[in-house]
């Protein structure tokens, strides 16, 4: 779910004090155009990939509308060589400035600001923990959840991820091949965790606790 807290009136503040970057689906976020020490997903959904093993990438993050994208010298914390790549035709708005200009120049769009990066923090560290889990079935249901959280709906039979991600896509987030996603996932619905329709997934619980989904999304 989009960040309700970014309106049309938080944009057009922040967009005063950013450069706007667009982005063709497919296409990486210039290096060149990654100079300041935030940017922001103002349209569009754009990953941050790494090279991992064997010539593949591993997604670490899915940034959407609101989203805040940390661009500390140097590169990532703990992913120097990541990069940033539209996974739809997208734009990012990045501070030409520095953050205490944002906070004391305008407070209501400092505290916006400051609400993103504490999310955008938080969303790193669970990917972090979840890459952790060393049993891929566990490691793909808490990544489905996760991404739940976020674009997920609410239904009579569970939580909807309409969020259309290809078999591909997720083992690029959780470090797993295609094909064992595919059986994973089969797995996953053979124990009622899930239901697959399609490229759409609902999650029949958002916990480890018996019974359907009740988180709102």
């Given amino acids: 779910m989009n960040d309700p807290g970014f309106t ?9 004090m950013c450069a706007v970057v667009p982005v063709l689906d497919g ?18 959904r754009i990953a941050i990939v790494v090279e991992a093993e064997a010539g593949r990438q591993r997604t670490i993050a899915l940034l959407q509308e609101g ?4 661009l500390p010298a140097g590169g990532w914390p703990g992913a120097p060589d990541a990069r940033a790549r539209a996974v739809t035709d997208a734009e990012l708005m ?14 209501a769009v400092g ?5 993103a990066v504490a ?3 938080a969303d790193r560290e669970l990917s972090a923990a ?10 793909l249901i808490l990544k489905l959840r996760q991404l739940a959280e976020r674009w997920g709906k609410v239904t009579p039979e569970g939580v909807r991820l309409d969020l259309r991600v290809t078999h591909q896509e997720l083992g690029d987030m959780i470090g797993a091949a295609r094909e064992s996603i595919t059986v994973a ?20 619980r958002m916990d480890d606790q018996d019974g359907t989904a009740t988180d709102t999304a």
């Fill in 8 to 16: 049309d009136d938080v944009y057009e503040r922040l967009a005063g």
């Fill in 27 to 44: 296409d990486e976020v210039p290096e060149a155009e990654l100079t300041g020490p935030l940017g922001f997903v103002s349209a569009g």
């Fill in 67 to 70: 989203d805040a994208l940390v």
């Fill in 94 to 107: 990045v501070l030409t400035g520095s953050l205490d200009d944002v906070l004391c120049s305008d407070a």
């Fill in 111 to 115: 505290a916006w600001v400051l609400r």
């Fill in 119 to 121: 999310a955008a923090v």
């Fill in 130 to 139: 979840i890459a952790l889990e060393p049993r891929l079935e566990r490691r």
């Fill in 185 to 204: 996932l089969g797995r996953l619905q053979e124990q009622g965790d899930i239901i697959v329709r399609r490229r759409t997934v609902i999650l029949r």
